[in-house]
């Protein structure tokens, strides 16, 4: 990643906050926390945009920073066989809007990044598209290979 300065500067709001840094206390997928995720799937997304030379990479990387902004365990049995999958992209957004300002398009590309899941709520913006294959990247290799990392 060519500009790391950069996106630490955007990402920065977002990773240095309380509210955000509860997301290390819960997991996403095996001993991966929702905190490194959604840092892992913006990273890749900076990636993705650097490449694809998007224009509003602030946007973009503050959308997947909050992506997965739910602020619960979704491993607990009342979250685990709800409709998680459906409903937390509108939580995340929520609080993204609550906690961060976000603009509309960041709402929306929050609010998409589920899709082809949530069929009918699918990204409108490049960026969006960017943020909902990440995510699905990531989450594989998590799952994939990274599932049972070692602790520190």
């Keep these: 990643m060519k500009n790391t300065e950069q ?3 955007f990402a920065k709001e977002i990773l240095e906050s309380e509210i955000f840094g509860q997301n ?3 997991i996403q ?3 991966i926390s929702i905190y490194e995720h959604c840092y892992d799937v913006a990273r890749f997304s900076f990636l993705m945009g650097e490449f694809f030379k998007v224009k509003d990479m602030k946007s973009m990387v503050r959308s997947a920073l909050l992506h997965d902004f739910f602020l619960y365990d979704w491993h607990v049995p009342e979250k685990m066989w709800s409709l998680h999958g459906w409903t937390h ?10 906690y961060f300002n976000v603009s509309e398009k960041e709402y929306s590309m929050i609010r998409t990044h589920m899709w082809p899941y949530t069929l009918l709520h699918f990204p409108v913006y490049r960026e969006g598209w960017i943020i909902c ?3 699905k990247f990531v989450s594989l290799w998590e799952t994939l290979f990274r599932r049972f990392k070692k602790k520190n």
């Design 7 to 9: 996106f630490e500067s």
């Design 24 to 26: 290390k206390s819960f």
């Design 29 to 31: 997928h095996g001993s």
């Design 89 to 98: 992209p509108v939580a995340a957004a929520e609080n993204g809007k609550k």
């Design 133 to 135: 294959f990440a995510d």
